[in-house]
């Protein structure tokens, strides 16, 4: 499976248009403030990339389904709740393509 921002992949062509696909997951975690801003950081940033692998495997098994074998025109959103909850969306076009 490829992914991609861009709306093509050098080398292949798209045969096929297979449709929107997204995947989208929530932390519902709290993080606690500390006395240390370091270790804060660093636990939102550890936060945020466990929490965009779960969208893209949900964006990967949604163009699966498809029968797709690329997703392009990826668009990525983060954001954080007033709640300290970590939202992910992940959306792009699912797409067949062949060299």
């Avoid at 270790?39 to 965009?52: D, G, R, T, V």
């Amino acid at each position: 499976m490829i992914f991609t921002t861009t709306n093509s992949v050098d080398g292949y062509r798209v045969s096929e248009y297979k449709g929107i696909v997204s995947g989208i997951a929530v932390n519902t975690q709290k993080l606690k403030m500390t006395f240390s801003m370091d270790k804060y950081y660093k636990a939102m940033q550890e936060s945020m990339s466990e929490i965009k692998e779960i969208a893209f495997q949900q964006l990967k098994n949604n163009a699966i389904a498809l029968n797709a074998n690329a997703v392009i025109g990826i668009k990525v959103d983060i954001e954080l709740t007033q709640s300290n909850s970590t939202v992910v969306s992940v959306t792009g076009t699912a797409v067949s393509i062949v060299k």
